[in-house]
């Protein structure tokens, strides 16, 4: 099935500094890669839907200054968080989808911590 | 604008007591329900998609039915492995973007 890579799984960054992470999808193009953040004992809030070649599109409240997202090929996107802060710490989940047809398959997530 | 509602937000069952999670959704034009599955720390695991009312799909002790409101994930005689969190997402209208709801933690005690 599906595979979608994810790194780091966890990483800790001073405050100021900024961070990437990759999301690779192994075995199939994604044309259409999902950025999601994950509080405690909370749901997936849908941050950004990156598009291969182009902008990705922010939901309302995200600031893509702050959340840079770029999708350079049919099997990577990365996000990268600039000039982080505490309020920054999370849990970061990144997903595709092979096709229309299957369902949506998540990476296995990055722990950031902002000291 | 897509909603879900997922109840109970935490369930406790002992080993092999059965019991089902809701999955209620208002969605304009559904053109899928997932079900998935979180353990702490990583990445939801793909477990269903439904796509019309009166479809049930099952896999070892789940099994996932739909209606035209709302979705069960029934869990038959559960063990302690499958305490984690069930995640419910629907996919409506003409966009991409799943929904999710709160999910519901499921803890099973042997």
């Known amino acids: 099935g599906a595979v979608v890579s994810q790194h780091p799984s966890r990483v800790i960054c001073k405050s100021g500094t900024s961070v990437k992470i990759e999301c690779r999808s192994l075995d199939f193009q994604a044309t259409t890669m999902f950025w999601y953040r994950q509080f405690p004992k909370q749901s997936l809030m849908l941050m950004a839907t990156?598009?291969?070649?182009?902008?990705?599109?922010?939901e309302q409240g995200v600031e893509k200054d702050k959340f840079l997202i770029n999708h350079a090929s049919l099997t990577l996107s990365t996000l990268t968080v600039t000039s982080a802060h505490p309020e920054d710490s999370s849990f970061y989940i990144c997903?595709?989808?092979?096709?229309?047809?299957?369902?949506?398959?998540f990476g296995s997530g990055t722990r950031l911590t902002v000291v | 604008e897509d909603q879900v509602t997922q109840s109970p937000e935490a369930l406790r069952l002992q080993e092999g007591e059965s019991s089902s999670l809701n999955c209620s959704y208002t969605v304009s034009g559904l053109r899928g329900l997932f079900w998935y599955r979180q353990d702490p720390g990583k990445g939801p695991e793909f477990l269903f998609t439904?796509?019309?009312a009166g479809e049930e799909k099952e896999k070892e002790r789940l099994k996932a039915t739909l209606t035209k409101k709302e979705s069960f994930l029934h869990i038959t005689a559960p063990k302690p492995e499958d305490s984690a969190t069930y995640l419910c997402?629907?996919?409506?209208?003409?966009?991409?973007?799943?929904?999710f709801g709160g999910g519901t933690r499921l803890m099973v005690k042997p």
């Open positions: 997903s595709a989808r092979e096709g229309l047809n299957y369902g949506y398959t």
């Open positions: 439904l796509y019309s």
């Open positions: 997402a629907v996919l409506g209208g003409a966009g991409n973007m799943l929904t």
């Open positions: 990156s598009n291969e070649g182009s902008k990705a599109t922010y």
